[in-house]
Each structure stands twice: as structure tokens, then as C-alpha cells.
């Protein structure tokens, strides 16, 4: 089994910068793809970028251009680092891994809040 742990969560004022960090531990995979996920009260849980195994990311068009999701295996590390940040980003922030065998994310970390004021 895989635990994930998601810290560098806070309170913020639109604008300024925030990096998460997951640290991953247990039987890891050789290549999983790392995501990261949000959830706002009363809202389906959004994915907000993702890294796989070859380094290759994706975001949200929401966050794309001010968020950078980056991995360092060695350490078994991903981050997120969130500038410009607005209040609409405001959510818990989970990590997530897939394996590759399977088809959606089945490891979850416990979440952090991220809180941005005006």
C-alpha cells in the first residue's frame, strides 16, 4: 500500500504563493502518475494537474500558467506550486497516485486546506 501526506497548505492573500508538497512512502510504484486534486464545498472534486512517469503534465484551464506541478522520484516527492493565486482556488488540495494498471486514482492523501483572501 501507498500513503501520500500533503502539507504547505495555509491562508493567503490573492496574489501571493503557495507551494504543497506530498511525500509519498510505503510499496511505490515504479512509475505511477501523480495528480493533484481539489474540492470546494458543494462541488464534484476537480483534477488540477497531474505528472506522469516521463515527466509529461497537464492542468486545469483554470490554473494553467500559474500553477507547475513537478516530481522528484529520488525522494519520492511531487509538488505543486501555486502563484498568482486567487480566490477561487481557495479548496482542500488532495494528492493522488495511479498505478499502471489501473484506470483511476487510487491512492489519496488526507488533503490541505488552501485558503486565499481578497
Known amino acids: 500500500q501507498v500513503q501520500l501526506v500533503e502539507s504547505g497548505g495555509g491562508l493567503v492573500q490573492a496574489g501571493d504563493s503557495l507551494r504543497l508538497s506530498c511525500a509519498a512512502s510505503?510499496?511505490?510504484?515504479?512509475?505511477?502518475?501523480m495528480g493533484w486534486f481539489r474540492q470546494v464545498p458543494g462541488k464534484q472534486r476537480e483534477l488540477v494537474a497531474h505528472?506522469?512517469?516521463?515527466?509529461?503534465?497537464n492542468y486545469a484551464d483554470s490554473v494553467k500558467g500559474r500553477f507547475t506541478i513537478s516530481r522528484d522520484n529520488a525522494k519520492n516527492m511531487v509538488y505543486l506550486q501555486m502563484n498568482s493565486l486567487k480566490p477561487e482556488d481557495t479548496a482542500v488540495y488532495y494528492c493522488?497516485?495511479?498505478?499502471?494498471?489501473?484506470?483511476?486514482?487510487?491512492?489519496w492523501g488526507q488533503g490541505t486546506q488552501v485558503t486565499v483572501s481578497s
Open positions: 505528472i506522469t512517469s516521463g515527466g509529461y503534465t
Open positions: 510505503g510499496r511505490t510504484f515504479s512509475s505511477p502518475t
Open positions: 493522488a497516485a495511479r498505478p499502471g494498471y489501473s484506470t483511476s486514482y487510487i491512492y
